[in-house]
């Protein structure tokens, strides 16, 4: 495994690759799994494990909570979330600092743990002052509760803004996002996000770096049984297996092949070709899976420019982003 500082502006250092806890804990992993797979994460070098208060409704939690349990927690980088619907009440989402404060503790109390590595503010919030929301996570860091914090999804002025608002009142600034990045959502990432980051020295860790499994490729001759989206209650991810990707994940797969790699490899190498990327959070609800995403590490120096080049031919017959 290798590490990479979260951005310019921090000096903590995470795992290339995270393993995170979306749609798996509570859902497909049970903890006697969930533990097994954290563990073999663990011994192959990731220090970096994401969860949010949303998943599985606060069971994705729970679940990690007991699973890193034998690890000393020092050698953990452990993050979580704040802003959707987890509480009763008009009060019970967003970024107020009510919902904040009772979600870090709730959080905190499903994870077993006293603090959180990083924190993230889920969704920009147009209800809440940007200022309750800067002010509020440095609270959160004096406390001792959270040690960094940042944003998902964010739009990037309101990143920008957040960052100046912290600089211009003494505060701790963001120093983390984590957008959606892959070869088939890529272009808010790479116009807007990497600059941005490049400019504030913050970091980024990806999410959906296999779209949803279909550049694993394990969709190119349809949908296996036991699949997520062979789930009845996953059944929303057979909208994004369309005929268009699957001709285009089907090339990637031959391209991968002949630099001897798996397709999933391909797709995560490629995502870690951008020096800004400091981690890409990758899902995984076998250890075999989640070993196979690791091994992609050590095939970066493969992508030479000339396969660059052929990776984005491919990519340029891929549907419009939506």
């Keep these: 495994m290798r590490y990479r500082r979260l951005g310019h502006a921090s000096g903590l250092k995470v795992s290339e690759l995270a393993y995170g806890a979306w749609v ?52 953990l980088v452990i993050s979580s979330k704040v802003f959707w619907p987890t509480m009763p009440g008009p ?40 200022e309750e929301v800067v002010y509020t ?3 959160l860091i004096q406390q001792g509760k959270i040690l960094y914090w940042g944003t998902s999804e964010w739009p990037p002025a309101q990143i920008a803004r957040a960052w100046m608002i912290a600089r211009e009142n003494n505060l701790i600034p963001p120093v ?20 941005l980051a490049r400019d504030l ?20 001759d349809g949908i296996p049984e036991g699949s997520r989206a062979s789930l009845e209650k996953m059944a929303w991810l057979r909208d994004y297996i369309t005929p268009e990707r699957i001709a285009v994940v089907r090339e990637l797969t031959a391209l991968a ?30 250890v075999s899976q989640l070993e196979e995403n690791v091994a992609a590490v050590e095939h970066q ?11 984005e031919a491919i990519l340029s ?6």
């Design 24 to 75: 798996t804990f509570g859902n497909q992993v049970d903890e006697k799994q969930a533990r097994d797979i954290i563990h073999r994460a663990y011994d192959l070098g990731i220090n970096f494990f994401d969860n949010a208060d949303v998943y599985a409704k606060g069971v994705a939690e729970e679940i990690m909570g007991k699973a890193i349990k034998g690890i000393p927690r020092e050698a």
């Design 91 to 130: 009060n019970g989402r967003g970024l107020s600092r009510k919902h904040i404060m009772e979600s870090i503790h709730a959080s905190l109390r499903r994870l077993d743990t006293d603090y959180l590595d990083i924190y993230y503010c889920h969704r920009y919030d147009p209800d809440v002052p940007l």
């Design 257 to 286: 092949q002949e630099l001897g790699m798996t397709t999933a490899q391909l797709a995560l190498a490629w995502l870690l070709r951008v020096p800004e990327v400091s981690s890409v959070i990758t899902g995984a609800s076998k």
């Design 301 to 311: 120096d493969k992508l030479t420019e000339d396969v660059l080049e052929r990776i």
């Design 201 to 220: 020295g913050i970091g980024l860790t990806t999410w959906s770096p296999l779209y949803y499994g279909i550049l694993t490729g394990k969709y190119n």
């Design 137 to 139: 996570m440095n609270i």
């Design 176 to 195: 983390v996002e984590q957008p959606q990045y892959n070869m088939f959502h890529r272009r808010r990432v790479e116009r807007e996000l990497v600059p």
């Design 317 to 322: 017959k891929a549907p419009r982003e939506e």
